[in-house]
């Protein structure tokens, strides 16, 4: 029988949004992971990205906008949630002055490990070496097959 695990740290992303890990991959065979998403009032949005990996995006509190490349925007609130296939690429981001929050169910697992170790990066790195960064970070987006396919949604 498994038991509750003390909740996890919360970490930082190179957006600015916070992360904290719920249930590792490491605790499901690397077949899910669950992250706790916190987006930030009146945030921008990251450009459109698509991965190898089902992402499930249920929002807790809060109201998230939320596009497809090439489909229009769309927000969901508390209590609704929206499904990314792996192969399509999208952008999210709060555009409310309340902070939105999010339960992210990704499989296979693998964004989990994607976060810790840009979080890793973000906390040794030095801030005004952003080229270095912005290497480091596309090395890991591939790793993870997280490819970024498109400009952030104009506003």
Known sequence: ??????????LNTLTGTRIRISTPGSETASRVT????EERPNS???????HEFVEVFYVTEGVLTFQFQHEKRFRIGSGQSVTCPSWKPH??????DK???????????GLDE????????LRESNAEDSVSVDTAMKTLRTKYGLEHVGQPPVL
């Not at 994607?114 to 990066?121: G, K, N, T, V």
Request: hydrophobic share 45%.
């Open 1 to 10: 029988m498994n038991t509750p695990t003390s909740p996890a740290a919360w």
């Open 34 to 37: 669950v992250i706790e998403y």
């Open 44 to 50: 921008t949005p990251p450009v459109f990205t698509r």
């Open 91 to 96: 952008s999210f981001w709060n555009e409310t």
């Open 99 to 109: 902070p939105v929050s999010v339960l992210l169910i990704c499989t296979p697992a």
């Open 114 to 121: 994607f976060f810790i170790e840009s979080d890793q990066l």
